[in-house]
């Protein structure tokens, strides 16, 4: 089973840089592109009655200055990866997708 750190560090490196948050603070002061990320659920396949495939389900927020970002397709190829919808808050674009990792 993989961990939240080697999805972090997934998302760094398809980011290129540290502006990757796990449930920041409100506090942190970001730099854009941002992806902000947290655990939303965790999927449990059962057969005969028992538990045989857990699959963590996280919210992944990725904000960027830009409209036309190129980090949406990026992120679209993870595996399990499905996008959820488009906002504008604060004049930043945010895209919002769901991931099982």
Request: glycine share 2%; hydrophobic share 35%.
């Amino acid at each position: 089973m993989t961990s939240r750190l080697d999805l972090h560090r997934e998302l760094v490196g398809l980011l290129g840089s540290n502006q990757v948050y796990f449930q920041p603070p409100e506090s942190i002061r970001m730099t854009y592109p941002a992806i902000v990320y947290k655990l939303s659920n965790v999927d449990i396949k059962y057969a005969d009655d028992r538990k045989y495939k857990r699959m963590k389900r996280y919210d992944i927020t990725l904000i960027d200055k830009n409209p036309d970002t190129k980090y949406v397709d990026d992120i679209l190829d993870l595996p399990y990866c499905k996008f959820d919808r488009y906002f504008i808050y604060d004049n930043l674009n945010h895209y919002m997708f769901t991931l099982f990792y």
